[in-house]
C-alpha cells in the first residue's frame, strides 16, 4: 500500500451553517451519481459519501496524500456546483489513523450534534452498502467500514450512551414544547411533513409526550398510510398542505425534497384570519421551509442551528459515557491498523518468494543449456537442491517481516525490503 492513504474530507454542524450544509448535501438519489463521479478522480481508488442533516464527509483510499485530498476538495465543489472559496475554510481533513478514528466516532454517535443519537449508525450502513453497490469500495475503505458498524454496534450495546436515546427528531419535539411552554401535547393539533424514517421517528417521539392529534403529510399517501397506522395518526396528501398548516399548532418537516415545501406564500395563507401562534421545526437538509416563513405574524421558525440549546440541555449521563466508547474505539483502532500492516505485508512476500523463483528458473534453465550430460536423475537433484537454498535463505527476512508487520515501524520495514529486492515493479497493478 505503499504511497496510499485513507482520507476523508468534509463539514459537519460544528463547522458550517445549515446553508452551507444544505449547499454540500448528497443525499438522496443524487447519492449513486455523487459515487459515479467521484470515482472518476485520479487518485481515488475506493470512495464512501455520508451525507446526513448534520454532515457531508467524503472518505476515501487515494493513491497520493495530497493529490487525493485536492480531488476530494474538487469533487464537493464541482458536483454540488459550490465555489471552493465558500467551504474551503470550513473543511477538515483527516488521514489514515486519524482518519479511520474519526470514522469510528461518527458511527458511535459521539460526533454527531445529539451525542449517542439513533439514527447515525443506519446512515454510515447505508453510505456503505451504496458505496458497494456502487463498486466503489475494496479491501481496504470496505474493512474500515464494516470495522466502524462494528464499533457503533459495540457502543451501544456495551456503554450507555444509547440509553435513553434522543435524536434529532426527539430534539425537535422538545423545542416544540418548549416554544410553546408546555409539557404535554395532549391538546396540541400536530402536522409531520415527510414520511420517511425521520418522520416515522418525529411521529414516535411526538406521541411519547402526548400527542394525539397528529397529522402525517407526504407526497407518497401509501408511505404516509403506513406511518399513520401505527401512530394511530390520520394522513393528508401534500396538497392540502395549507389547510393541514391552517389548524396546526405545531409543523415539523423533515422530507428529502429537493426544493422548499413550505413556502411563504403558503403559510401566509394558511395564518389568514387566525390568532393562535404557529410553531414550525424544520430538520430537513436542504430546507423544506422558506427562511422567509420567519417573518409572518404569530409564526416561530426554528431549523437545525436551534437544536443545539435543546440537545445541550439535555446531554445527562451520555457526556460521561463517551469516555467508555472512546476505549473502544481505541481498541478496535488498534486492531484495525495491525490487520492493515499485517495485510499490507502479504502482496510483498509474494513479489519477494516469485523473485527468488524467477531467478532459480533462469539459474535452472542456463544449467540445462551449458551441461547437456546430466541425467534425469541428477537435474532433479540439482533442482530440489537449489529450491532448498532459495526457501532457507527467504525462510529468516519472510518470518520476521511478518512479526514486524504489526509494529509501529512496519511501513520503514516494508519499505526496506521492496528497495532492497526491488520489488515495487511486481507491486503494480
Known sequence: MSGMSIVVVGLNHRSASVSLLERLNIGGDRLAKGLHQLSTYDHVLEGVILSTCNRTEVYALVSKFHGGVQDLRNFLAEFCHVAPEDFGDHLYTYHDDAAVSHLFRVASGIDSMVIGESEILGQVRRAYQTALEEGLLARTLGAAFRQALRVGKRARTETAIGRNPVSISTAAVDLAKKGLETETLEDMSIAVIGAGKMGSLTGRALRDSGASDIVVVNRSEDRARAIAETLGASTRPLEDLSRVIERADIVISSTTAPDVVVTAELVTRAMAGRDRKL???????????DPDVAAID???LRDIDDLRGVVESNLGNRLEETSNVEEIIAAELQRFVEWERATEIGPTISSLIARADGIREDELATLRSKVRDLDGNELTAIERAMERVVARLLHL????????????QAHLYHAALRELFELDDELEP
Open 397 to 408: 527476512p519472510i518470518q520476521r517481516a511478518r512479526e514486524l508487520a504489526t509494529s509501529k
Open 279 to 289: 410553531f414550525i421545526v424544520d430538520i430537513a437538509v436542504p430546507r423544506d421551509v
Open 298 to 300: 404569530n409564526v416561530v
